[in-house]
Structures are given as structure tokens and as C-alpha cells.
């Protein structure tokens, strides 16, 4: 058979395939599954002044008084209950935005309003325990 012949033939064959039509490519705006009650401990920092009113990574302005967080990897609109764990204070915000990685990293950076609630404003980083409790989208 001819190689141009073989390839018309390939083609053909993967097109008239009925199981080939049937599937389907995930949607390109499909948001990966974080599970629930997904939990990790290490270090919270908050967010800069300097940040205010400029677009996050999901497109929403940010606003310091919001209860919102950046991550380096969870899908927008995951809501994190974050814990202090030096003194047990905890507060829900959902990811608006993305952070730096890195084992140096803080796991997650939190807007000034959620730093506050968790009394963290004078250390400016402290040890926090995230655990996934669902979306809001």
C-alpha cells in the first residue's frame, strides 16, 4: 500500500470510528477537583497594601477587607478554612489569586481582613494549618 494511501486509510478509520466519536475532550475551562478536607500546615503571610485595587489571577479586583487568599495551585474559588496555630483563631477565605511556590514559600498569602480575624498582623507570617471545605463557584 502506498504510504499516502495508508495514511488516507488511518484517517478514515480513526474518523468513522464510533467509540471515537462518543468521546469527548474535557472543556478547557474545567476546573481540576481539590479534595475536600484536604489539609496542610506551614506558613501564612498577608497580602501588601500595594496590592489593593489591582486584578487578581481570577479577573476580581483585590480588596483588602475581602476574606480572600492567594495559593500557588489550588483552583479559583476554592474556600480554605485557615487556623493560627498559635492561637487557634480560624477564618474562611476562598482563593482569588495565585502566590509564589517554593519550599520558602508561605502556603498561602492572605488579605489584610482575614489576617486581622486571625490576630496575625504584628508577626506577619505565622504557622497555619489550610484545609479545603469546598467552592464558591
Not at 489591582?54 to 495551585?73: E, M, N
Not at 477564618?91 to 517554593?102: M, Q
Amino acid at each position: 500500500m502506498a504510504p499516502a494511501l495508508a495514511c488516507t486509510v488511518v484517517a478514515v478509520l480513526l474518523i468513522s470510528t464510533p467509540s471515537a466519536s462518543r468521546q469527548s475532550a474535557p472543556a478547557a475551562s474545567a476546573t481540576p477537583a481539590v479534595p475536600l478536607n484536604q489539609k496542610r500546615t506551614g506558613l501564612a503571610s498577608y497580602m501588601a497594601k500595594t496590592l489593593e485595587g489591582r486584578k487578581t489571577a481570577s479577573g476580581q479586583i483585590y480588596d483588602g477587607r475581602q476574606l480572600v487568599a492567594a495559593h500557588p495551585t489550588y483552583p479559583m474559588g476554592t474556600v480554605l478554612r485557615v487556623t493560627n496555630l498559635t492561637n487557634g483563631r480560624a477564618v474562611e477565605v476562598t482563593v482569588v489569586d495565585r502566590s509564589a511556590r517554593g519550599p520558602k514559600r508561605p502556603i498561602v498569602d492572605l488579605s489584610r481582613a482575614a489576617a486581622e480575624r486571625l490576630g496575625m498582623i504584628e508577626a506577619g507570617v505565622v504557622k497555619v494549618t489550610t484545609e479545603v471545605i469546598g467552592r464558591s463557584r
